[in-house]
Nanobody, 120 residues
Framework: VQLVESGGGLVQPGGSLRLFCAAS????????MKWVRQAPGKGLEWVSF?????????YYADSVKGRFTISRDNANNTLYLQMNGLLPEDSAMYYC?????????????RGQGTQVTVSS
C-alpha cells in the first residue's frame, strides 16, 4: 500500500487549497478512504470519510463541515480534499488514510502527509 499526499502549502485565512492523495498497491476502488490531520502539539484528528463508491457514505467532522469537500476518482486512484474558507486552526499536517473506523482517527495505512499552513 502506498499513499502519497500533495497540494498543501501556505494560504491566507479565507483561502482555498485542494489536497490530493495518489493511491497504489491495493484495489483503491473497493476501499473506503479518509482524511485525518495533526496540528503541532495536538493529537490526530479525523477530518472526513468517503466510501468506496464516492457517492454513498460521506462524513465530515463538525469543525470542517460546510467548508471542506471530500471526493475521489476511482479511475485514477486519487482521493481529494477541497478546502475552502480556511481558518488558522486548520493548520496541520494532512494525511490520507485507509482502514479504521469511518469517523475516527484510526487507520491501517497512512501516507507521509502534506503540510497546510493558514496564516496572514
Amino acid at each position: 500500500v502506498q499513499l502519497v499526499e500533495s497540494g498543501g502549502g501556505l494560504v491566507q485565512p479565507g483561502g482555498s487549497l485542494r489536497l490530493f492523495c495518489a493511491a497504489s498497491g491495493f484495489s483503491f476502488r473497493t476501499h473506503d478512504m479518509k482524511w485525518v490531520r495533526q496540528a503541532p502539539g495536538k493529537g490526530l484528528e479525523w477530518v472526513s470519510f468517503i466510501d468506496y463508491t464516492g457517492y454513498g457514505r460521506i462524513y465530515y467532522a463538525d469543525s470542517v463541515k460546510g467548508r471542506f469537500t471530500i471526493s475521489r476518482d476511482n479511475a485514477n486512484n486519487t482521493l481529494y480534499l477541497q478546502m475552502n474558507g480556511l481558518l488558522p486552526e486548520d493548520s496541520a499536517m494532512y494525511y490520507c488514510a485507509l482502514g479504521g473506523d469511518p469517523s475516527a482517527p484510526t487507520y491501517n495505512y497512512r501516507g507521509q502527509g502534506t503540510q497546510v499552513t493558514v496564516s496572514s
